[in-house]
């Protein structure tokens, strides 16, 4: 028999590590093929982990992009269009695009943060 306290953290970590899957287009593009969206039963399922959106829930998430795969899931018309492989792709490159200009532009802030900072230390003197 599994305390209530085990099981609860059992189904915490697998809910945690499926939903974070949902951030990978080619996942999801298996799961589609599969025909896992048009399982009534797996779309509530979908529907149902959108509690993960909550701020306590979603501070442990290390992929915040699949909150917004969860969200598109929503949408059966998303869900139709992943069966083609194509459309995993985009969204595999446009997930790509997004992290090499947030990653450039983080950069060009910290820098700018960096000097602001070394300025305002300077006529601090």
Known sequence: CVSDDTGN????????EFVQCLANPNYLNFLAQRGYFKDKAFVNYLKY???WKEPEYAKYLKYPQCLHMLELLQYEHFRKEL???QCAKFIDEQQIL?????SRKRMRLQQA????QQQNNASVK
Do not use: K, P
């Open 83 to 85: 069966v083609n492989a």
């Open 49 to 51: 982990l959108l509690y």
């Open 98 to 102: 997004h992290w090499q200009h947030y």
């Open 113 to 116: 943060l960096a000097e602001q």
């Open 9 to 16: 953290r059992l189904r915490f970590q697998l809910e945690l």
